[in-house]
């Protein structure tokens, strides 16, 4: 009776020990290979034409780490681990940072419509319903004055309708101390003033301090659905402007290749740097994908090519990786393959 007694303990013991090892939450946060799926389940434009290859979303998994988790990681190159307080900045909840990724991505689904739709030379309208803050960036002045969610009207009494509108009116105020913004708040109007600083990261760059997501309504004659599901962050833009392409377009923009990639997209078609091509390369590789478009950056040394390059020397994977500036350079590619 006695021995059963201290088997009954030593199981109680080994039990909470696998609990911890697998359960408890540690303050670090893990990146690591995600997927790699087909786009055509994801986007469907109306009638469009089918293709023999795929297009691929490549994603980065995260998650909270637990101590057998931050054990594993320490031992992969391939997964990074980061002080949960760098991942989500102080005074925004975990919720409201996803909030903020979905929609990054539902700007990212705009940008890669009108490239797309504007490429295919297909009828598409845009109108314009206001400027977002995202999020705020730590220890610079708009963090003391704007919130996630602000809707921001105007900059010195000039009206913004886009993003990029905004920035540039910040831009021309590099010698001022500050400017005054004209934003809405839980549907009330005000005025407030907020300083201008070097960036933390980026001193020689002087700003307020915010990101910021461009609220348009895309309206296009053929119809477009997605159907990305939690899936958020702005890195989709170009694979998803390509499979629009590729399904406006008669011709199969894939030749049966499987086709993946990353990278950002702006409403000219200009391919962004993101992070975590490491990870997606893998992700692609797993998947079997034949090729893999990287943002080129303009050749920079550091730039998302090179490391996805590097990586894919690392793994010895036979997928080509392709460096690509524009949509238009991608497009290029894929026609002459």
Same mark, same amino acid.
């Given at each position: 009776? @006695?021995?059963?007694?201290?088997?009954?303990?030593?199981?109680?013991?080994?039990?909470?020990?696998?609990?911890?090892?697998?359960?408890?939450?540690?303050? &670090?946060?893990?990146?690591?290979?995600?997927?790699?799926?087909?786009?055509?389940?994801?986007?469907?434009?109306?009638?469009?034409?089918?293709? $023999?290859?795929?297009?691929?979303?490549?994603?980065?998994?995260?998650?909270?780490?637990?101590?057998?988790?931050?054990?594993?990681?320490?031992?992969?190159?391939?997964? +990074?681990?980061?002080?949960?307080?760098?991942?989500?900045?102080?005074?925004?909840?975990? +919720? $409201? #940072?996803?909030?903020?990724?979905?929609?990054?991505?539902?700007?990212?689904?705009?940008?890669?419509?009108?490239?797309?739709? $504007?490429?295919?030379?297909?009828?598409? %309208?845009?109108?314009?319903?206001?400027? #977002?803050?995202?999020?705020?960036?730590?220890?610079?002045?708009? +963090?003391?004055?704007?919130? =996630?969610?602000?809707?921001?009207?105007? /900059?010195?009494?000039?009206?913004?309708?886009?993003?990029?509108?905004?920035?540039?009116?910040?831009?021309?105020?590099?010698?001022?101390?500050?400017?005054?913004?004209?934003?809405?708040?839980?549907?009330?109007?005000?005025?407030?003033?907020?300083?201008?600083?070097?960036?933390?990261? %980026?001193?020689?760059? @002087?700003? @307020? !301090?915010?990101?910021?997501?461009?609220?348009?309504?895309?309206?296009?004659?053929?119809?477009?659905?997605?159907?990305?599901?939690? @899936?958020?962050?702005?890195?989709?833009?170009?694979?998803?402007?390509?499979?629009?392409?590729?399904?406006?377009?008669?011709?199969?923009? =894939?030749?049966?290749?499987?086709?993946? !990639?990353? !990278?950002?997209?702006?409403?000219?078609?200009?391919?962004?740097?993101?992070?975590?091509?490491?990870?997606?390369?893998?992700?692609?590789?797993?998947?079997?994908?034949?090729?893999?478009?990287?943002?080129?950056?303009?050749?920079? $040394?550091?730039?998302? &090519?090179?490391?996805?390059?590097?990586?894919?020397?690392?793994?010895?994977?036979?997928?080509?990786?392709?460096? /690509?500036?524009?949509?238009?350079?991608?497009?290029?590619?894929?026609?002459?393959?």
């Amino acid at each position: 009776m @006695i021995w059963n007694k201290k088997r009954i303990i030593i199981y109680i013991f080994i039990l909470l020990i696998l609990m911890f090892l697998t359960l408890y939450r540690l303050p &670090y946060y893990i990146y690591k290979p995600g997927t790699a799926d087909a786009l055509d389940p994801v986007v469907k434009v109306t009638d469009g034409f089918e293709s $023999e290859g795929d297009m691929h979303l490549v994603t980065v998994r995260g998650g909270q780490a637990t101590p057998l988790q931050y054990v594993w990681a320490l031992f992969d190159p391939y997964q +990074e681990i980061r002080l949960l307080s760098e991942v989500f900045p102080e005074g925004i909840s975990q +919720e $409201e #940072y996803f909030q903020a990724q979905l929609q990054m991505m539902e700007s990212s689904q705009e940008s890669s419509t009108v490239v797309a739709y $504007e490429a295919a030379n297909e009828e598409i %309208n845009i109108s314009y319903n206001g400027v #977002y803050v995202v999020s705020v960036v730590k220890d610079m002045p708009a +963090e003391e004055v704007l919130q =996630t969610g602000d809707k921001i009207i105007a /900059v010195n009494q000039r009206k913004v309708d886009t993003a990029e509108t905004l920035i540039d009116l910040v831009d021309e105020q590099i010698n001022a101390e500050q400017i005054k913004l004209t934003i809405e708040r839980n549907e009330e109007k005000m005025e407030v003033e907020v300083g201008l600083a070097p960036f933390p990261k %980026n001193p020689e760059r @002087i700003g @307020i !301090g915010i990101q910021l997501v461009t609220d348009r309504e895309v309206i296009v004659e053929q119809e477009l659905n997605f159907s990305s599901g939690d @899936i958020g962050g702005p890195s989709a833009g170009l694979m998803f402007a390509l499979e629009i392409y590729d399904q406006l377009t008669e011709e199969d923009l =894939t030749k049966g290749y499987q086709i993946a !990639g990353t !990278g950002e997209i702006s409403y000219e078609g200009k391919v962004m740097r993101i992070g975590g091509i490491d990870k997606k390369v893998i992700a692609a590789d797993r998947e079997g994908c034949d090729i893999f478009f990287a943002p080129n950056e303009g050749g920079a $040394e550091n730039s998302n &090519y090179q490391k996805a390059l590097e990586t894919a020397e690392e793994i010895e994977t036979p997928m080509k990786i392709v460096p /690509v500036d524009t949509f238009e350079e991608a497009i290029n590619y894929l026609e002459d393959l």
